[in-house]
C-alpha cells in the first residue's frame, strides 16, 4: 500500500511540475511577444526555447522557480538577435533585448 502512495505523490508532483512549466513558458511567450512589438522588431519563430531553471526566493522570501528562456528578434527581417526572459514563478522580472536596450519589467 505504501509503495501505491509513493507511486501517486510522484506522479502528482510530476503533473504540478509539467502544468507549471507550461503556464510558465506561455507567460516569458507572452512577454516576448509584447516586449518585441513595444520595441518595433519582429518576434521570429513565435517560440521561446528553455535555457535555464534553478530555485530562488521572491520577495516575500518563498521559494519559487526562476526560468530563463530564450528566443531570436529582427529589426529588419533580414537578420537575427538574441534575446531573453526572465520568470520568476509566473512573474517577468526581465526582458532582454540586447540588440536595441534591456528593458525592466514591474507588473
Known sequence: MTFE???LAVLAGVGWFWFDTN???EAGMRAARDGC????VQLLD???AFRS???????NGR???KRVYD???SDSGNDRFQG?????GDEVLMLDVSAHHRLRLVQ
Open 5 to 7: 502512495w509513493v507511486a
Open 23 to 25: 503556464r510558465a513558458r
Open 37 to 40: 512589438r513595444r520595441e518595433g
Open 46 to 48: 513565435e517560440t521561446v
Open 53 to 59: 531553471l534553478r530555485f530562488a526566493r521572491d520577495d
Open 63 to 65: 521559494l519559487a522557480l
Open 71 to 73: 528566443f531570436e528578434y
Open 84 to 88: 531573453a526572459v526572465m520568470l520568476l
